[in-house]
Nanobody, 122 residues
Framework: QVQLVESGGGSVQAGGSLRLSCAAS????????MGWYRQAPGKQRELVAV???????NYADSVKGRFTISRDSAKNSVYLQMNSLKPEDTSVYYC????????????????WGQGTQVTVSS
């Protein structure tokens, strides 16, 4: 089994900061891209940021310059530093990782965390 466990969500006033963490655990052979998505009520889930194994990053236009994604491969973890938060950033944030398990067939599959609520008040 593979699990992604998120932490770090909460409530903050506009302009504030939060740091999300996500750690993968279980029968892991390797991890590819890791990222963060978010989903607000009544809206589709959207990509926030992604980081490759080489450290390349990609961000949604709405968070560029405010959010920073990073990963620690030794800890099978990914982080999202969120600064200058706005009320429109209010969502449930989900961690995503492309993971190969040690068990056959050892193919890469997307796994999701349980989600963590981020609420930004004006």
């Amino acid at each position: 089994q593979v699990q992604l466990v998120e932490s770090g969500g909460g409530s903050v006033q506009a302009g504030g900061s939060l740091r999300l963490s996500c750690a993968a655990s279980g029968n892991i052979l390797g991890i590819g891209d890791m990222g963060w998505y978010r989903q607000a009520p009544g809206k589709q889930r959207e990509l926030v940021a992604v980081v490759t194994t080489a450290g390349q990053t990609n961000y949604a236009d709405s968070v560029k310059g405010r959010f920073t994604i990073s990963r620690d491969s030794a800890k099978n973890s990914v982080y999202l530093q969120m600064n200058s938060l706005k009320p429109e950033d209010t969502s449930v944030y989900y961690c995503n990782a492309n993971i190969a398990r040690k068990l056959w067939p050892r193919t890469y599959t997307d796994y999701w965390g349980q989600g963590t609520q981020v609420t930004v008040s004006s």
